[in-house]
């Protein structure tokens, strides 16, 4: 079981308040990213102006009323003839045409009885809804890969740290020997003034060691709460293990394909606006005119209702919509191409990732082999040492050899991990 920096700094027992955190359990994490409920929260932002298309197909009634008093009443020119026979050829009257006081109240309607691009618009709303979601899968596949990596950070650095705690204190036991030797005679005095720069060399690897590890462990807690952790209970191998489950989603193609029909609609919705729109108002109500404030007085109140069907053709449409028809053409021309292009790079990436993926794992059994192997010569070279039949130099370099095997592992499986997730 790999430690995390927490269990380390805790000085309370493991068993005492053990709680450890495995791989699977870090995915349960996703949904306090912030980013994350952002995307959820644009695609909910997507699917209410769906459904406030689909509620624009309800008539839309209101109540309209109005109360105006005329400071000056309007006045316009009327022949004089049209009220009296008798008045001269040509001669004119003023004629007031309405009142000091003048209001309105009724019921109207406005309803939408055919929209040429009103299917079209509901589609397109439905692609933004599905581009809303695949851009929130996409943000979760990125976070579980960030989140991923920073687990094994934490596990790589830890075995790190655990490497140069033991070497640091097996070096000690070496620095004990020399000085032995040296106050007995037996070592000269840069041999061991070597050993002794050779373990501060191994302090100062322990505590970078340290930093390394603290800052895997920072860079975790960005995903994640390890407030209630002491361990981490994946090993590299079940990391790995775990991800080889995983299916990664193609975002990019699934987001071009979207677009492409997209860019399809707006032509069609070009096409379409050139149609006539049918719209039907109708109105129930009455007006009031007087000269004298007195909305009770009944015989001032006159009638007022219609029912009105009104057809709009976009002539000017016939003779502007030419180039933008040539432009939305080419929109799709070129979102037919991206699709075509990202799908050709698909098809080679994941070739390209299975032969990585082979030489990656390959790479991690042969390094492991090597750090076996170094191990081994570094084991016995301590023994031949300890029993004075080797010199300080050569069981350094074993040492060396064995750190820079052992470093070569971790990094080779932190890469294939990282591959894995791509």
């Given at each position: 079981m790999k430690r995390t920096l927490l269990s380390i700094l805790c000085s309370i027992p493991l068993w005492a308040v053990s709680q450890s955190l495995r791989i699977e359990q870090l995915f349960d994490s996703l949904e306090h990213s912030p980013r994350y409920q952002q995307d959820l929260l644009q695609t909910q932002i997507r699917r209410a102006e769906l459904s406030e298309l689909r509620s624009d197909r309800i008539p839309v009634f209101y109540a309209d009323a109005n109360?105006?008093?005329?400071?000056?009443?309007?006045?316009?020119?009327?022949?004089?003839?049209?009220?009296?026979?008798?008045?001269?050829?040509?001669?004119?009257?003023?004629?007031k045409?309405?009142?000091?006081?003048?209001?309105?109240?009724?019921?109207?309607?406005?309803?939408?009885?055919?929209?040429?691009?009103?299917?079209?618009?509901?589609?397109?709303?439905?692609?933004?809804?599905?581009?809303?979601e695949i851009q929130a899968a996409q943000t979760a596949q990125d976070w579980r890969r960030d989140a991923t990596l920073a687990y094994a950070s934490v596990v790589l650095a830890t075995q790190q740290y655990e490497l140069a705690r033991q070497d640091s204190m097996a070096y000690a036991q070496i620095l004990k020997v020399?000085?032995?030797?040296?106050?007995?005679?037996?070592?000269?005095?840069?041999?061991?003034?070597?050993?002794?720069?050779?373990?501060?060399?191994?302090?100062?690897?322990?505590h970078q060691a340290w930093a390394v590890l603290l800052e895997a462990d920072?860079?975790?807690?960005?995903?994640?709460?390890?407030?209630?952790?002491?361990?981490?209970a994946t090993d590299i191998e079940g990391i790995r293990d775990h991800v080889q489950t995983?299916?990664?989603?193609?975002?990019?193609?699934?987001?071009?394909?979207?677009?492409?029909?997209?860019?399809?609609?707006?032509?069609?919705?070009?096409?379409?606006?050139?149609?006539p729109s049918v719209t039907l108002n109708a109105y129930l109500g009455e007006q009031y005119y007087d000269n004298q404030f007195r909305l009770t007085h009944g015989d001032a109140w006159f009638g007022n209702s219609f029912v009105n069907l009104a057809f709009r053709i976009p002539l000017s449409?016939?003779?502007?919509?030419?180039?933008?028809?040539?432009?939305?053409?080419?929109?799709?021309?070129?979102?037919?191409k991206q699709l075509e292009e990202e799908r050709n790079h698909d098809r080679i990436d994941d070739q390209q990732k299975r032969v990585r993926v082979r030489a990656a794992q390959q790479k991690v059994?042969?390094?492991?082999?090597?750090?076996f192997l170094a191990q081994q010569t570094k084991t016995d070279?301590?023994?031949?040492?300890?029993?004075?039949?080797?010199?300080?130099?050569?069981?350094?370099?074993?040492?060396?050899?064995?750190?820079?095997a052992q470093q070569e592992v971790w990094q080779a499986e932190y890469d294939l991990i990282a591959l894995l997730m791509d």
């Open positions: 109360l105006q008093r005329n400071l000056i009443i309007p006045t316009t020119p009327v022949p004089a003839i049209a009220f009296d026979p008798n008045a001269q050829e040509g001669a004119i009257i003023p004629l045409f309405a009142t000091r006081w003048s209001s309105k109240a009724g019921i109207q309607l406005e309803w939408s009885l055919f929209d040429p691009k009103r299917r079209l618009d509901k589609k397109e709303r439905q692609l933004a809804v599905r581009q809303a020399n000085s032995a030797r040296y106050q007995a005679g037996r070592e000269p005095a840069t041999t061991h003034r070597t050993a002794q720069q050779e373990f501060e060399r191994k302090q100062i690897q322990l920072l860079e975790l807690r960005k995903y994640v709460d390890l407030s209630a952790t002491t361990s981490l995983l299916q990664n989603e193609k975002h990019t193609l699934q987001s071009l394909s979207i677009d492409q029909q997209i860019a399809a609609l707006q032509q069609q919705g070009l096409r379409r606006q050139l149609l449409a016939y003779l502007t919509a030419k180039p933008t028809l040539r432009k939305a053409a080419l929109q799709y021309a070129l979102s037919t059994d042969a390094l492991k082999r090597i750090a070279q301590e023994a031949a040492y300890l029993a004075g039949r080797l010199l300080l130099s050569d069981y350094n370099q074993s040492v060396a050899a064995y750190h820079q």
